[in-house]
């Protein structure tokens, strides 16, 4: 089951959008403005006072909504996932949404953005007052009103999923063909993860050379393999998580380099912005280890001496616990039932273009330029 947010201002073409991609995907389109409207629509109390809020620019309870959204998933079947459309709009409402969705043993997959500047807001709301007639369209003030309601309480949201990975953006002033494709391009099972940093960012310890042919042809050949690889199976409605612990063959050795190596290139910050591990996850290192330098020194080792390709990994299990083990070629914790938190690629590919054969001197320069907050973050999460 797939979970997606489908993103953006008002009058970004969210609705257009999100009715295409619903029979494409065979997903359940969730409207809070729909399920709004049909409330204000069939006069009941809920429907009133949703209205009056409507009418003038603000949001709904979130109580009001998260129970409109919960009853959605236990109610709706036959669909490979839902696509959630003007919830969360804030990030109380995120947390709220992790929480529902934890409960079912489920996360958001990806959160679908789609951009537009504040003057094409105006523009098209404007234009579906005079089609639809839509009281929440119909003034300058309350226009003003919701984009400022956007900017201050919705626009924040991005960098909460970004800082969980999940964020994908595009630009929707296009035509809604060209924009309905790249969101598609966006929920295929197999993407690359956006890179936190410029392509220099980490030079000399990874070069740019480096991340061009290892970030931008290794990494997308794995890509662009699974998901012609899954077109047509029941793989293509997993998520990458799922391939990688159901797959075989070539399904699951795409699956989990496509993993891998979105952990691997999203763990990274330039090195002047280095900070040393803290909080819980310091704790759980020098409990597990005896202290950080002493998980260096076992991590580094695991890397060093894995016998040809494959990756040295950081992961804790369902209780918290740290584990490092050695998976070769494409395997991941997470068929052994760990959260893979750290890693190191010894792949030849990862460091010839930068260290020839010193595979321990690669090790050594990593360990400079790992973000020890995001690393906490997936300990955490």
Not at 41 to 51: N, Q, S, V
Not at 144 to 160: D, F, G, M, V
Not at 230 to 248: D, I, R, Y
Not at 303 to 322: E, K
Request: charged share 25%; hydrophobic share 40%.
């Amino acid at each position: 089951m797939k979970y997606y947010i489908l993103f953006g201002p008002p009058g970004a073409g969210k609705g257009t959008q999100a009715a295409l991609l619903r029979d494409k995907h065979n997903l359940c389109h969730l409207s809070t403005g729909e399920l709004l409207r049909a409330e204000i629509a069939a006069g009941t109390a809920l429907g009133a006072k949703a209205k009056e809020l409507i009418d003038n620019g603000m949001l709904v309870p979130d109580e009001v909504v998260e129970a409109m959204i919960e009853n959605k998933f236990d109610t709706t079947g036959g669909v490979s996932g839902f696509l959630l459309d003007g919830f969360p709009r804030t990030v109380a409402q995120a947390d709220a949404l992790k929480r529902i969705l934890a409960r079912r043993g489920q996360k958001v997959d990806a959160v679908l953005s789609i951009m537009i500047p504040d003057s094409t807001i105006r523009e098209r709301i404007r234009h579906r007052a005079e089609i639809e007639g839509r009281a929440d369209d119909a003034s300058e003030a309350t226009i003003s009103n919701r984009i400022a309601t956007y900017h201050a309480k919705t626009e924040p949201l991005i960098s909460y999923y970004k800082d969980a990975g999940l964020y994908r953006e595009i630009d929707g002033t296009g035509i809604i063909d060209e924009v309905n494709a790249a969101l598609s391009a966006l929920m295929q099972v197999a993407s690359s993860a956006p890179l936190p940093y410029a392509p220099d960012a980490l030079a000399p310890i990874i070069s740019k050379e480096t991340i061009d042919f290892h970030y931008g042809k290794h990494l997308k050949t794995y890509v662009d393999n699974l998901n012609n690889l899954v077109k047509g199976t029941a793989f293509e409605n997993m998520s990458l998580e799922e391939v990688v612990c159901k797959g075989e063959g070539g399904i699951r050795n795409n699956a989990g380099q496509v993993l891998n190596h979105n952990l691997y290139f999203t763990q990274f910050c330039p090195a002047s912005d280095y900070s040393a591990p803290d909080g819980k996850l310091l704790e759980a290192i020098s409990g597990t280890f005896g202290s950080y330098d002493g998980f260096v020194e076992k991590f580094s080792a695991a890397a060093a001496s894995l016998f040809g390709s494959g990756w040295a990994w950081l992961s804790a299990d369902a209780d918290g616990r740290l584990v490092i083990t050695q998976e070769a070629n494409a395997a991941n914790p997470v068929q052994k039932g760990l959260k893979p938190l750290l890693t190191i690629d010894v792949w030849e590919h990862a460091y010839y273009i930068d260290y020839r054969n010193a595979r321990p001197a690669y090790i050594k320069a990593l360990m400079q330029i790992i973000n020890w907050k995001e690393i906490s973050r997936r300990y955490e999460a």
